[in-house]
């Protein structure tokens, strides 16, 4: 899957009214960020999977944490937190030198 602006491999299927990928699993709807998460080895068990980008879409795995809801709430809303991480993921994507 080709990186987009920012290194987020981006789901182009289909997408929840909430704006995450999804799919239809054995009739549930799974998010896809989840599944790969899951499926390359990361222990979710419950947690929430954090998107450090903040892209809803991406399933990029280095893009992904686990965290509590509470956690995941948190950094959604503070300011200081998604200015450190942006600046982070730039970074890693050799946007900043």
Same mark, same amino acid.
């Given at each position: 899957?080709?990186?987009? $602006? %920012?290194?987020?491999?981006?789901?182009? *299927? #289909? @997408?929840? +009214?909430?704006?995450?990928?999804?799919?239809?699993?054995?009739?549930?709807?799974?998010?896809?960020?989840?599944?790969?998460? $899951? %499926?390359?080895?990361?222990?979710?068990? *419950? #947690? @929430?999977? +954090?998107?450090?980008?903040?892209?809803?879409?991406?399933?990029?795995?280095?893009?992904?944490?686990?965290?509590?809801?509470? $956690?995941?709430?948190?950094?959604?809303?503070?300011? #200081?937190?998604?200015?450190?991480?942006?600046?982070?993921?730039?970074?890693?994507?050799?946007?900043?030198?």
């Amino acid at each position: 899957m080709p990186a987009s $602006e %920012g290194g987020c491999w981006v789901w182009t *299927g #289909a @997408t929840t +009214d909430r704006g995450y990928g999804a799919i239809r699993n054995r009739g549930k709807v799974e998010y896809v960020h989840r599944l790969m998460a $899951e %499926g390359y080895g990361m222990k979710i068990d *419950g #947690a @929430t999977v +954090d998107h450090l980008c903040r892209n809803r879409v991406c399933v990029r795995l280095s893009h992904l944490v686990t965290c509590s809801r509470e $956690e995941n709430t948190r950094r959604g809303n503070s300011a #200081a937190w998604r200015a450190a991480v942006t600046e982070l993921m730039d970074e890693m994507n050799g946007e900043r030198n």
